[in-house]
């Protein structure tokens, strides 16, 4: 098969040859060293890979862009442990394959609620079955609008440890963060939201 070459639209200090996935790891380099232009070109540059990624993974359409904000957010939260020594391509789609399947699991656990519900209702049709899910899911959202108050390692912490369910060394092999200031992020998460809702009604 003959290979393709490209022509840059732009100019460029590589040569021409390099591949699309050295281009953007060198991108990267730049990104960690504080070059803050090209890292914004870079994570435009990858939307399009996680795009494919989270298609692979069976991620409804209406749901990719969801896949690619987690995917990104992750990304500018770990950046630091990427080596630019390897494939910035696949360090990127490991993480958007893991940021699908938690959307894949998100959505097929809502599902199997909303399934659960309506059979609830339409075997009692009760006023106070919808009055106690509306009330669950104001709990939820105000749980939610807590944890995006806390202090970043912290709403980190639960997010990884709490919400998405990772072990300590899943998690600190993710975010960059060891066990130990993982454990005690989480602690003082799990303190702040009991004192925040203790005195709620």
Request: hydrophobic share 45%; proline share 6%; no cysteine.
């Given at each position: 098969m003959g290979r393709v070459?490209?022509?840059?639209?732009?100019?460029?200090?590589?040569?021409?040859?390099?591949?699309?996935?050295?281009?953007?790891?060198?991108?990267?380099?730049a990104a960690q060293a504080g070059d803050r232009r090209t890292y914004e070109k870079l994570?435009?540059?990858?939307?399009?890979?996680?795009?494919?990624?989270?298609r692979r993974q069976g991620v409804a359409q209406d749901h990719i862009?969801?896949?690619?904000?987690?995917?990104l957010i992750t990304v500018h939260r770990v950046r630091h442990t990427y080596d630019p020594t390897r494939s910035y391509d696949?360090?990127?789609?490991?993480?958007?394959?893991?940021?699908?399947?938690?959307a894949l699991r998100s959505r097929g656990r809502r599902d199997s609620r909303e399934v659960r519900d309506?059979?609830?209702l339409d075997s009692h049709p009760d006023q106070h079955d919808a009055s106690?899910?509306?009330?669950?899911?104001?709990?939820?959202?105000?749980?939610?609008?807590?944890?995006?108050?806390?202090?970043?390692?912290?709403?980190?912490?639960?997010e990884q440890l709490g919400l998405r369910e990772r072990s300590l060394s899943e998690a600190a092999e993710l975010t960059g963060r060891n066990t130990g200031a993982l454990k005690v992020n989480l602690h003082r998460a799990l303190k702040a939201l009991r004192d925040r809702f203790h005195g709620e009604p």
């Open positions: 070459r490209t022509v840059p639209v732009e100019p460029a200090t590589a040569s021409t040859s390099e591949t699309p996935d050295r281009r953007r790891a060198a991108w990267m380099a994570l435009a540059d990858s939307v399009a890979l996680i795009r494919v990624a989270a862009d969801d896949v690619v904000q987690e995917t696949a360090w990127l789609t490991a993480i958007a394959n893991r940021r699908a399947i938690d309506d059979h609830a106690a899910a509306a009330e669950s899911g104001q709990r939820a959202r105000r749980l939610r609008e807590a944890i995006a108050e806390l202090p970043p390692g912290q709403r980190e912490a639960v």
